[in-house]
């Protein structure tokens, strides 16, 4: 178990340096994880959103790595007993790697020499490991055994130490190897035409209660990708496509030419379950989609807007979002500053109205346009509904657990983003809901926040809210989870006042 581990480790250790200096987004773990992420069904991703949120990636790299140690555990074991089987199976491994690393979307051309190395490796130490391990009759064979032992339990634990400081290489390498950090620090974004403005009152500034601007850092990330694409804004472009009169092609200095208005968007998470935190809003700087899609010229029969990342990932958005009034754009900022990598770096969709799933593609290099009845999207391939229109809902965030008795505030956010929300209304215990006091909104596509002053008993209180939408629509209470095309229920919040 021992010589297969330490083999595993010295072999993935070298694989993913490998990467980092070769292609960095094709280290084995994170092709084989991103694979397994393709192929998971929906149950086991609404799950790990469910449970680990946006450290979701973190979990399954962290699941990945102890069942990769498991089965070399394994195949050191089925070395030992049944040669050569166990090198097999990390050579196996290591195929497994090599056909999901050439088979992404952005593999390189030598994307396959990580996973090949890391494969070979394994096996090749593995099999010198095992080598080690015979067993002594006489005198003079437990002698040579015991010799062979001691020079075992060396090279295991150099064979660890060694793949350890290359997984700890890969890091150091990935990080000074990222110079589209670089090229995004030094990237000064135009002036925009038309600036984002806040309501006076529009931020609460209570303690607790979700900020009005969701800082960068602190704004939620639900994606695909393991490893984050570092796309050099010299070589990105935009290429629209498909059911169009006329194709285009845009680079990344024809975009900073267009006249960029800055907009306030909140965008959400079909994922985020009721009272959750995977939604944010930011304002945005980019450019009208309908006005780029007015220069293709979309035929009258197309429905759908097959948007790509440089990943492969894909999302339909329905045509009509893009070409209404409200400000569905490519956006390049966030935040007075270019868009953060993790966020999409060097443009992304922003659209009003829709969760992020069939709208908010990062990294996009691709708009197709096409009908609902002719392709599909990444999660509507995976039982996802088709057009992910936001519902309507409100949440608490003040207080959550505990309140002192006596004079306090019961305070959250609400949102349906290009609806827009007339009110809120609270309920306390089992009695009548009390109409909240709206905060200016900066528009229907934000969201919006609300109080309601609240003298505090001592004691257990439940608490529930419910928005009305500017359409009249109230907030139902029938609870449905996230999937598959959005949680519904009133937020409850049990506090202890003391």
């Given amino acids: 178990m021992l010589a297969g581990v330490a083999a595993t480790a010295l072999g993935a250790g070298l694989g993913e340096l490998a990467a980092a200096l070769l292609a960095p987004s094709s280290g084995p773990v994170s092709v084989i994880g991103s694979a397994l992420i393709d192929v998971a069904p929906p149950w086991a991703k609404d799950t790990a959103i469910a449970l680990f949120g946006t450290a979701d990636k973190v979990a399954l790299v962290t699941g990945i790595a102890i069942a990769l140690l498991a089965v070399a555990a394994g195949a050191g074991v089925l070395e030992a007993r049944r040669a050569p089987w166990g090198r097999g199976v990390l050579l196996a491994l290591g195929g497994a790697g090599v056909l999901a690393a050439v088979t992404r979307a952005d593999a390189g051309p030598l994307a396959a020499v990580p996973s090949i190395i890391a494969g070979g490796v394994a096996a090749i130490v593995l099999t010198q490991l095992a080598?080690?391990?015979?067993?002594?009759?006489?005198?003079?064979?437990?002698?040579?055994?015991?010799?062979?032992?001691?020079?075992?339990?060396?090279?295991?634990?150099?064979?660890?130490?060694?793949?350890?400081?290359?997984?700890?290489?890969?890091?150091?390498?990935?990080?000074?190897?990222?110079?589209?950090?670089?090229?995004?620090?030094?990237?000064?974004?135009?002036?925009?035409?038309?600036?984002?403005?806040?309501?006076?009152?529009?931020?609460?500034?209570?303690?607790?209660?979700?900020?009005?601007?969701?800082?960068?850092?602190?704004?939620?990330?639900?994606?695909?990708?393991?490893?984050?694409?570092?796309?050099?804004?010299?070589?990105?472009?935009?290429?629209?496509?498909?059911?169009?009169?006329?194709e285009v092609v845009l680079s990344w200095e024809d975009v900073l030419a267009l006249p960029l208005a800055e907009s306030t968007t909140t965008l959400a998470c079909v994922s985020n379950e009721v009272g959750g935190d995977l939604i944010g809003n930011a304002v945005w700087l980019g450019y009208p989609i309908r006005e780029l899609l007015a220069r293709a010229r979309p035929t009258a029969d197309a429905d759908m807007v097959l948007s790509r990342s440089i990943d492969g990932f894909t999302a339909s958005t329905p045509l009509q979002a893009l070409t209404d009034e409200r400000d569905a754009i490519l956006a390049v900022g966030m935040n007075g500053e270019p868009l953060p990598v993790e966020h999409g770096f060097p443009a992304r969709l922003v659209v009003p109205g829709l969760y992020g799933y069939v709208s908010a593609?990062?990294?996009?290099?691709?708009?197709?346009?096409?009908?609902?009845?002719?392709?599909?999207?990444?999660?509507?391939?995976?039982?996802?509904?088709?057009?992910?229109?936001?519902?309507?809902?409100?949440?608490?965030?003040?207080?959550?657990?505990?309140?002192?008795?006596?004079?306090?505030?019961?305070?959250?956010?609400?949102?349906?983003?290009?609806?827009?929300?007339?009110?809120?209304?609270?309920?306390?215990?089992?009695?009548?809901?009390?109409?909240a006091t709206l905060a200016?909104?900066?528009?229907?596509?934000?969201?919006?926040?609300?109080?309601?002053?609240?003298?505090?008993?001592?004691?257990?209180?439940?608490?529930?809210?419910?928005?009305?939408?500017?359409?009249?629509?109230?907030?139902?209470?029938?609870?449905?989870?996230?999937?598959?095309?959005?949680?519904?229920?009133?937020?409850?919040?049990?506090?202890?006042?003391?």
Avoid at 144 to 150: F, L, Q, Y
Avoid at 371 to 396: H, M, N, V
Avoid at 475 to 489: K, V
Wanted: hydrophobic residues 40%; neutral net charge.
């Fill in 361 to 435: 593609t990062k990294w996009v290099t691709e708009l197709e346009v096409t009908r609902f009845d002719r392709a599909r999207a990444y999660w509507t391939d995976r039982g996802w509904s088709e057009r992910g229109p936001i519902k309507l809902q409100s949440r608490i965030d003040v207080p959550r657990r505990s309140a002192p008795a006596g004079q306090a505030v019961i305070a959250g956010v609400a949102w349906q983003q290009h609806v827009g929300v007339a009110g809120v209304e609270v309920q306390i215990d089992d009695g009548p809901w009390r109409p």
């Fill in 131 to 246: 080598m080690r391990l015979r067993p002594g009759v006489d005198g003079a064979e437990r002698a040579a055994a015991a010799e062979d032992r001691r020079r075992f339990l060396a090279w295991t634990a150099v064979s660890i130490a060694v793949g350890a400081l290359a997984a700890a290489g890969s890091q150091v390498a990935r990080t000074t190897a990222r110079t589209v950090d670089a090229v995004r620090s030094a990237v000064r974004l135009p002036r925009p035409t038309a600036t984002a403005s806040v309501p006076a009152g529009a931020d609460l500034g209570l303690d607790g209660l979700a900020p009005l601007i969701t800082p960068n850092g602190a704004f939620y990330r639900i994606d695909t990708a393991i490893i984050v694409p570092q796309v050099d804004p010299a070589d990105w472009s935009l290429r629209i496509h498909g059911m169009v009169e006329e």
């Fill in 440 to 498: 200016p909104a900066i528009s229907d596509d934000t969201w919006v926040q609300w109080s309601l002053p609240w003298t505090a008993d001592a004691g257990s209180h439940r608490l529930r809210c419910r928005a009305t939408s500017r359409t009249g629509e109230v907030q139902t209470d029938q609870e449905a989870p996230p999937a598959p095309d959005g949680a519904t229920g009133w937020h409850t919040v049990d506090v202890t006042v003391s």
